[in-house]
């Protein structure tokens, strides 16, 4: 049987320490994975020399994961063509905005019979009312099927082999087994599960409950408020995949995409400590982005306000008023402290006796 | 209609708490309940003062909840029976290992049509080896029904009015109502749901997963290892409540007294905090308790051990290794840094492709 050969679309932080693994797993399963594995990389000049060749002579991104070295069989691409045309697997993993130029740069370029793994977070806006699973963008785009993967895994603790677990989104069985033997280490746990679409959301949406989070620990409201908006959060995730894509077994949420990505998320992640400062500074998001985050976009205020246009479209504000609200307060409209009176006759108190 | 007595037996700190939103509460549905409520505190000397004399002169419990005003109308009583034989309501809400003696004390001294609710997290051992839900202990001592409440909830926050969750579990539509008007306020919610074995048992074995917690704080493993061991515990307590109890609805563990109560005390509980003081101090848990608890019992290493061997029992300890393994290092029989090794390859893992 030919190796599989895979390529990864993208080398931040995230895609560099998934590319650290990928190098030592390929080499584990020589015989079924090509040794050699693509990475594009978007070329930038770092003190007068390519990333590229940084990457490729000294097997570390000094730029997006400096201080963790890459297996040397991990080869940085300037090209994403070049990168990915040979390729049996495509992982993407590069800011959602950049997907569109990059499918349409990869469209008829790449082996009819490819996949494609996802682990971007967020959604693609189609037009301005309607979003769009990322995966479902990759795979009418490009036409291979799209898995995806999420998880409670900030980077630079899974590229320094902290334990920790993930969850792949993937239909197939077959193609899911190789996935997770592609990606699973003794200290990165992965489990597979069918229902891709709610693998994605809970991916997309927990970034606008750490906003939430955030606005909680920027007020010192205390552990006993986050929880309870940490779980009116996660209700209200678990309602949006209901009324937009239909019942799914709950089960999914108690993945690791699910609620350990939602607590990691609101107690570690950047998307809670922006929003921390938000509150503590008056600062705007937009401000905090260029002092935090070298004008880095923050994805849970963008992600609550595409929410909130469909959810306005739908006539559904008033069943998520946590998601409604984290957006009115990102865009000045609401107050922090305005947070808890919103949510104070929250849906979710009516449904019992 | 007559009006409904309601006695709270118990006044440590979350017992206080608890009198805090009830002597008010009942004020506000004064057609429903009557304004006096006792309270049974065990008597103490506090400089050369009775405990109940301050609290009644007070409004304050100095010991146990100091700097929060009770309402006047809760009447601290030093004897148990002549604080709830005349009571409708009989809340429960004292450290499980007084609970027997109390309903031996009350045993054919309360109204017969009286009802309980615990606030009592915990098991109670019947005999060496099988563990017995207070609930259900309450209920075949006093022969009484006994519903339940379990939540996110920190006393200390709760008596200070921040908003937050609670769960009560009762069967019983109509006292479920009762009760839920007793105890809510704009900033303390309640959800009422049926299911009281499953309530009650997130509630006793979270303190399990919180030491697992507190181990993996006190040896730096970060946000996504601390993530991935909650959500495993949460897995455990799942199938703990399925093998034990037959199944449940998984909602159930969504709810403020699973996923909510779970996260607080794993991110703000004590015992999280000794746990991570025992790993950094390498002292004993008893060493710990006498230090930084005044000698009280920690309810996590005990609820371990009665868990430990109530799974030993049922041949089942290969099926929970993270409840096993947080008894295991808290007596010393393994380290904490065995903690990884041990769920490393948990049967979580092995149920899906």
């Known amino acids: 049987m030919p190796k599989i050969r895979i390529c990864i679309i993208g080398s931040g ?32 000049m770092i003190e007068g020399k390519k990333l590229t060749d940084i990457i ?30 040979n390729a049996d697997i495509l992982i993407f993993v590069v800011p959602h905005q950049f997907v569109p130029g990059l499918c349409t740069a990869l469209l008829g370029k790449i082996k009819s019979s490819a996949v494609s793994l996802s682990l971007i977070k967020g959604f693609t806006q189609e037009n301005d009312t309607k979003l769009k699973l990322i995966s479902k963008f990759i795979e009418e785009k ?43 280490t003794e200290n990165f746990r992965v489990r597979v599960v069918e229902e891709i679409e709610a693998v994605e959301i809970c991916g997309a949406l927990k970034n606008i409950v750490a906003c939430a989070a955030g606005f909680v620990d920027g007020l010192d409201l205390g552990d006993n408020t986050k929880a309870a908006v940490i779980r009116l ?12 894509y239909g019942k799914f077994n709950m089960s999914i949420f108690f993945e690791s995409c699910g609620i350990a990505d939602l607590i990691t998320t609101c107690y570690g992640g950047r998307n809670r400590r922006v929003c921390e400062q938000f509150v503590k500074t008056g600062k705007t998001i937009k401000e905090l982005e260029d002092e935090l985050l070298n004008g880095q976009k923050l994805q849970g205020p963008l992600t609550a306000e595409e929410v909130y246009g469909m959810l306005k479209d739908s ?19 609401l107050k922090p402290n305005d947070l808890i009176e919103q949510i104070r006759n929250h849906p979710e108190y009516e449904t019992n006796v």
């Open 233 to 244: 959060g996660l209700m209200e995730i678990v309602n949006y995949v209901k009324l937009f």
């Open 56 to 85: 490729n002579e000294t097997h570390e991104n000094v730029k997006y994961l400096p201080g963790h070295k890459l297996s040397p069989n991990i080869i940085a691409v300037p090209d994403v063509v070049e990168a990915a045309k």
């Open 142 to 184: 490009l036409k291979i099927p799209c898995s995806v993967l999420m998880g409670a895994n900030l980077s630079n603790e899974v590229a320094s082999d902290y334990f920790c677990e993930t969850t792949i989104g993937c239909k197939d069985k077959i193609m899911g087994a190789i996935m997770k033997d592609c990606i699973q």
């Open 13 to 44: 932080n995230w895609g560099s320490a998934i590319a650290k693994i990928i190098g030592i797993n390929v080499k584990k399963f020589e015989d079924k994975f090509e040794e050699e594995v693509m990475m594009y990389v978007y070329e930038e």
């Open 315 to 333: 006539n559904s504000t008033a069943k998520f008023p946590l998601f409604a609200t984290v957006h009115r307060i990102c865009n000045k409209e």
